[in-house]
């Protein structure tokens, strides 16, 4: 009878222990159980971040811009980077360029996130961007030396910022 009574709860505790939240079978949402906790809700047992816990927050970035101006009349280069947008950074060079006595202005590339690098070779200008400083500056290089010997006489980044 005591060998009965040991059976039964053992069944019991069993049946009791299957109906509490467990993870789903990988693939099986709800796996046909309704006290099956999916790893992606908070507070799942299989969940990878633990009873309760809350993911990190992502980081959160903003663009930064720069901006190069040409004046021919002077032959000077104006500059701008680091800006919060592409607007201010094509407003600010421009300014700047005028500034150094610049009558006819003109854009000749913005940029966001990268590098931008700037050579010389008596008097022709080269431009370029990368990704980073040396690939830039490489890349800049490169195609001012297509024509005779260069000199680099500008590089910089406009790294995205992280801002959270």
Not at 116 to 135: C, D, L, R, V
Not at 142 to 154: A, Q, R, V, W
Request: charged share 20%; proline share 5%.
């Amino acid at each position: 009878m005591a060998k009965k009574y040991c059976y039964l709860i053992f069944i019991s505790l069993w049946i009791i222990s299957n109906s509490t939240f467990s993870q789903c079978a990988p693939g099986i949402p709800g796996a046909g159980n309704p006290g099956c906790v999916p790893p992606d809700v908070p507070g799942s047992p299989g969940g990878q971040h633990g009873h309760g816990a809350q993911s990190p927050a992502q980081a959160i970035w903003k663009s930064r811009w720069g901006a190069i101006a040409y004046d021919k009349d002077t032959d000077r280069i104006s500059l701008s980077s680091g800006e919060k947008s592409k607007r201010v950074a094509v407003k600010k060079v421009m300014k700047n360029c005028e500034e150094k006595g610049g009558k006819q202005c003109r854009l000749v590339f913005a940029y966001h996130n990268q590098c931008a690098a700037i050579a010389s070779n008596e008097g022709k200008i080269s431009y370029g961007t990368g990704p980073y400083k040396n690939i830039a500056e490489d890349l800049v290089m490169k195609n001012c030396k297509k024509t005779g010997s260069c000199e680099l006489i500008y590089s910089k980044c406009s790294y995205a910022e992280r801002v959270d």
